[in-house]
């Protein structure tokens, strides 16, 4: 029996929880990209602090998204008004369950609707095929960010509104 995915605009009550589900994203579900080197974690973490959070939700011009697995919140996503996605990620216990699309589909969805023809992003190694399947595709070579390698990927919204 498959469990309901949700998504829904974050809040400033999510603000907490939202912080969680990076900081643990990153920390577990991304440990085969920075293997667990602790510089790496800090300066990817950096940005993710429950101060930069409130920061987002108070800019009219970002789309935060929470996903919901059987109404809990397990993974979040955030792009500009712009069309470039920021991130999105998902706690790894509830990986490959259909979040990470779900939160896709409505940045993209929301995003068409503001008249954006089209999505880009960076992803980390370990994403490229996330983000392939969604039929992004690479742009341009990687880029280097905190010792790490990101690819620029971007996407047609012409079919998605």
Same mark, same amino acid.
């Given at each position: 029996?498959?469990?309901p995915v949700t998504v829904c605009p974050a809040s400033v009550? *999510? ?6 589900? #990076? ?7 991304? @440990?085969?990209?920075?293997?667990? *080197? ?15 959070? +409130?920061?987002? $939700? *108070?800019?009219?011009? %970002?789309? $935060?998204? #929470?996903?919901?697995? /059987? =109404? ?15 991130? +999105?990620?998902?706690?790894?216990? +509830?990986?490959?369950?259909?979040? =990470?699309? /779900? %939160?896709?589909? !409505? ?10 023809? +089209?999505?880009? $992003?960076? !992803? !980390?190694?370990? @994403?490229? /095929? ?11 070579? /990687? ?8 690819w620029p990927m971007a996407k047609s919204l012409a079919r998605?509104?």
């Amino acid at each position: 029996m498959d469990i309901p995915v949700t998504v829904c605009p974050a809040s400033v009550r *999510d603000a907490a929880v939202i912080t969680r589900i #990076l900081n643990r994203s990153i920390q577990a579900g991304c @440990a085969a990209d920075h293997r667990n *080197d602790a510089r790496v974690i800090a300066a990817w973490s950096r940005n993710k602090s429950l101060e930069h959070v +409130c920061t987002w $939700l *108070d800019d009219t011009n %970002l789309y $935060l998204h #929470l996903g919901l697995l /059987a =109404g809990k919140p397990v993974g979040v996503a955030l792009a500009r008004a712009t069309g470039q996605v920021y991130l +999105c990620y998902v706690q790894p216990e +509830c990986f490959r369950r259909g979040v =990470g699309q /779900a %939160l896709m589909a !409505s940045l993209e969805q929301r995003l068409a609707q503001a008249g954006r023809l +089209c999505a880009g $992003l960076y !992803s !980390s190694p370990s @994403a490229r /095929a996330f983000y392939r399947r969604l039929g992004y595709r690479e742009t341009g070579p /990687a880029v280097s960010v905190f010792g790490l390698f990101f690819w620029p990927m971007a996407k047609s919204l012409a079919r998605v509104a």
